[in-house]
């Protein structure tokens, strides 16, 4: 789900699609810091076991920022995500249509919501996940390459890049991990049909109400396991 998820979710996602309250568009951030303008002093990995070390700082960390998705250029979505520990929440809008991703490991379930239709689809979590940041074993089962250094808004990043699918056609993402944080800052998509970049900026790492992670009262919920229970369908004559 991870650094993975986080990094292509915006890129993968935005051709996809109480009283009765509406869903917050920026959950409140308690108590805000800033972070300094460059990271030169930190030692960039030049192994598989520093990279291990960097990916893990991002491990429970809570930090709220914003996304810009651009496909060949153009800005094709937008967004926000919030990480908790556990727990996790990406708004996103895509060609007029909001959507939001809540993943909350705490309590083992996840939500698509859809704001504008008052409707969320949930799914049961098999385990608490390991960090929403990311499967540090996962990515690196996928065997990527330290390529370089790159300072990106006075974030200074290892830049590593690894093959995600290889048929029918190889997708391979570019990814500059921040070496204060191990968060990614900048993540490139490339497939046969174009570049997609999603940019995350004004990181702010106050503190993180738990009540970013639930629902808005009212919302119409559908659970992901009804809609593939075969025992609900008619029986055949």
Known sequence: MGLILIGVVMSAGCADKAEQEQAPSAPAVEVTTTQPSTDETLTAPTSNESLIDLLGKAKGISVKYDM???????IVSTGTAWL??????IDTTAEGQAMVMIVNGDDRVSYMYQ???NMALKTVLDKVPES??????ALMNLNPTIIGTETIDGMRCTVIEYVVMEKPEEVKIKQCIWLKYGLPVQV???SPSGTSRTEMKNFDFGRISDTTFE???GVEIKNLSDMFDM??????A
Request: hydrophobic letters at 25%.
């Open 231 to 236: 025992s609900t369908l008619p029986d055949e």
């Open 115 to 117: 704001p504008d239709e």
């Open 84 to 89: 908790k520990g556990n727990n996790m929440r």
């Open 188 to 190: 490139e998509m490339t």
């Open 132 to 137: 929403v940041t990311g499967d540090v074993e």
């Open 68 to 74: 810009v998705t651009t496909d060949n250029g153009e």
């Open 215 to 217: 629902l808005p009262a």
